[in-house]
């Protein structure tokens, strides 16, 4: 029996030490899934940081846009407007000469 006990506590022995390295697996396995869990947390806040960056920019840029387009409009517009003015100006003096040829001999 001294050879059985010597052989199944050097079994137990063993066993122990087995279980010893799984759990430092387990626990360096869980270190690394946090680990990797905080960096995916850390790009994500990044990327969305970035990403509110560039909808910022582009906000500014379609403003901006939009802003230059406007003032281009009312420019044409208004050249638009004095164009007719002075074409309708003309008209109307054409108009006033041709009335006044008519009526007066």
Same mark, same amino acid.
């Given at each position: 029996?001294?050879?059985s006990s010597r052989i199944?506590?050097e079994?137990?022995?063993?066993? &122990?030490?087995l279980? %010893?390295q799984i759990e @430092? @697996?387990?626990a360096?396995?869980?270190?690394?899934?946090?680990a990797? /869990? @905080?960096? %995916?947390?850390?790009?994500? *806040? /990044? &990327? $969305?940081e970035?990403m509110? +960056?560039? $909808?910022?920019?582009?906000?500014?840029r379609?403003? %901006?846009?939009?802003?230059r387009?406007?003032e281009?409009? *009312?420019?044409?517009?208004?050249?638009?407007?004095e164009?007719?003015?002075?074409h309708m100006? +003309?008209?109307? $003096? $054409?108009?006033?000469e041709h009335?006044?040829? &008519?009526v007066?001999?």
């Amino acid at each position: 029996m001294d050879v059985s006990s010597r052989i199944l506590s050097e079994l137990a022995e063993r066993e &122990a030490a087995l279980d %010893a390295q799984i759990e @430092a @697996a387990r626990a360096d396995a869980r270190r690394d899934v946090e680990a990797a /869990e @905080a960096e %995916a947390a850390r790009i994500l *806040r /990044e &990327a $969305q940081e970035r990403m509110k +960056g560039l $909808q910022a920019e582009h906000d500014q840029r379609l403003t %901006a846009e939009t802003v230059r387009i406007r003032e281009e409009a *009312r420019s044409k517009a208004t050249e638009g407007t004095e164009r007719a003015r002075t074409h309708m100006g +003309g008209r109307i $003096q $054409q108009a006033a000469e041709h009335v006044l040829k &008519a009526v007066l001999p």
